[in-house]
């Protein structure tokens, strides 16, 4: 019970309500998002991708005991049909721009074009880049093990950023061709026919290949 305590003041140590008052509360809504990200990787894997905005909240997984006593309490069918009826935002894939907005720190910045950069000055930011942060090294042997706990970007505030940075400015960033998404190619190798491949980084002669879009 020390452990579990310690464990999960921890886990819901950035939640609004944390106080041991609201714990039962809090270890349900946690085990419920285990449980639709568990649910979310069986699709990608068994269907296809299902959502490209969904991402587990949380910093900790349930302990076993606790995701037990969930599972358990919603064992009647209807129920469980009500609580597990996951619903998920489909939306649409991000430019490679945004996404590396989005994972990237202020320190990695220079991955970005320069007219990108300097959207990480922007004060909004700040709360997802702070300067110093606690790593959760329970269990770890070394820093990049651990687990920084730092807020969780909110997509809407990285878009209205990139929109008033990129767009609204006028920057060229946004067309660049490394921030289209395109479709997915295959290359098959074929001695029948001899190209040449264009790319930002200069043509690459005598290539034996084909090349064939794929339907994802």
Sequence with gaps: D????????KAFQHEPENDDSHLYENINKLCLAYCKTLYWNFLYYDTGLISWEWLFPYHYTPLCIDL???????????????VFEFRFVEGKPFKPFIQ??????????????????AIFNDSELD??????????????????????LIPFPKLDT??????????????????????????????????????????????IRNNYVSKYELEM
């Design 2 to 9: 020390k452990y579990r305590s310690a464990y999960y003041k």
């Design 68 to 82: 037990y006593k969930f599972l358990s309490v919603y064992e009647d069918s209807e129920i469980k049909k009500d």
């Design 127 to 148: 709360v997802y880049h702070p300067t110093e942060f606690k790593i959760d090294l329970e269990g770890k042997i070394s820093d990049h093990m651990g687990k920084a």
């Design 158 to 203: 990285i878009l209205n950023i990139y929109k008033r940075h990129c767009i609204n400015d006028k920057c060229k960033c946004n067309e660049l061709p490394q921030n289209q998404i395109q479709k997915s190619l295959l290359y098959k190798n074929d001695k029948s026919v001899s190209t040449i491949y264009k790319s930002n980084y200069g043509d």
């Design 100 to 117: 590396l907005l989005y994972v990237l720190p202020r320190k990695s910045k220079e991955l970005l074009p320069p007219c990108l950069q």
